[in-house]
């Protein structure tokens, strides 16, 4: 199973051809067709009940590691076989299509310069942004729905977007609060997209003004977009494509936090000359944001960071959590061509 799914790693054209852009699709819709009616999420169910079931059997047969070995490991060996070809078949697989920057034909790599021209493009429409929502470009900007309106809008995104980029049209969008929020956020994470239903769990204790954005990125995973750096970046162009203002005031934001703290670590000097061009309601919101993370720090953080680190170097992302920062070169590839 390993050989082969690393052998169809060589080959990111044929994957994102036959997998990413032809099954994939059809089967990703038809998951979320079937699950999403429910008002719960099915797949948070199926974590509890795997882990239950998992417990019982080792409970039951755990003398038989001592008694039958070779009978009790090879029924582990199948187990973890059968669940590794699931979440390949259901999801997995995009893991190793075509880069984005390939299939949408920009280059990531770019110059401080473009860099700092970026920032301004950023800074001007988060400006303008904020001051339209807020009224004074010192008050933080809040988003007046609740989170099921938040849901529910969040689509509008990629139906613009797919307008001029048809390769990130999302049917049927299915999205739900996560069973497991409170214990999610002191993991550090936001949400996460079940590979067996394709339902995208977002957690229900963070900022409003965080929701746009995690949302839109939950649902780059349901496009079929694996990798972290890129689901942040098509998150962003559903952002800032959306008809709503708020939702594009979370995808500018979001950009230009990402982009000044890259540039804070090219030149300082830099960075602290485009920060004071931020309305302080902008850096408000960070702050916000800042400040809602470190209510939920605690001593096991960095283990589930880690872990999450492996699981990302084990899927085809090198530089593992750090590949999240890589959005950046793809925000400045895309402002080059939008300009």
């Known amino acids: 199973m390993i050989f082969g799914t690393r052998m169809i790693s060589l080959f990111p054209e044929l994957v994102e051809s036959y997998y990413s852009k032809g099954i994939y699709p059809v089967l990703s819709a038809g998951l979320r067709t079937i699950f999403g009616w429910l008002p719960f999420s099915f797949g948070d169910f199926i974590y509890i009940f795997s882990v239950v079931l998992v417990i019982r059997w080792f409970v039951l047969h755990f003398k038989d590691a001592y008694r039958k070995p070779k009978w009790f490991f090879s029924v582990i060996l199948v187990s973890v076989t059968v669940v590794y070809a699931l979440f390949l078949t259901f999801w997995g697989f995009n893991y190793y299509r075509l880069p984005i920057h390939k299939s949408m034909q920009i280059n990531p790599e770019y110059s401080t310069e473009q860099l700092e021209k970026t920032i301004g493009f950023l800074t001007e ?34 139906q613009s977007l797919s307008e001029s980029l048809p390769q990130f049209r999302l049917t049927r969008p299915n999205l739900k609060t996560s069973t497991y929020s409170t214990p999610l956020t002191y993991m550090g994470f936001s949400g996460y997209l079940n590979p067996i239903t394709n339902e995208a769990q977002v957690g229900g204790i963070m900022p409003l003004n965080k ?6 990125h939950e649902q780059a995973h349901q496009l079929g977009y694996a990798a972290e750096n890129e689901a942040n970046f098509v998150g962003y162009l559903g952002a800032i494509h959306h ?40 850096l408000k919101n960070y702050q916000e944001s800042i400040d809602f993370w470190k209510k939920y720090e605690n001593p096991f953080e960095p283990v589930f960071a880690k872990t999450f680190d492996t699981y990302l170097k084990a ?21 080059q061509i939008e300009k």
């Open 243 to 282: 008809p709503n203002a708020y939702f594009r005031y979370a995808g500018y934001t979001f950009a230009l936090r990402y982009c000044l703290n890259e540039l804070a670590r090219r030149d300082p000097k830099s960075f602290e000359y485009h920060l004071k061009k931020v309305n302080k309601g902008i």
């Open 125 to 158: 429409n988060s400006n303008t942004l904020q001051i339209l929502l807020a009224k004074n470009d010192t008050l933080r900007v809040d988003i007046p729905y609740e989170r099921g309106e938040i849901y529910k809008r969040s689509f509008l995104g990629y």
């Open 315 to 335: 899927n085809q992302q090198k530089q593992g959590i750090k590949s999240y920062n890589y959005v950046v070169g793809l925000v400045v590839a895309y402002g």
């Open 211 to 216: 929701m746009p954005i995690t949302v839109l």
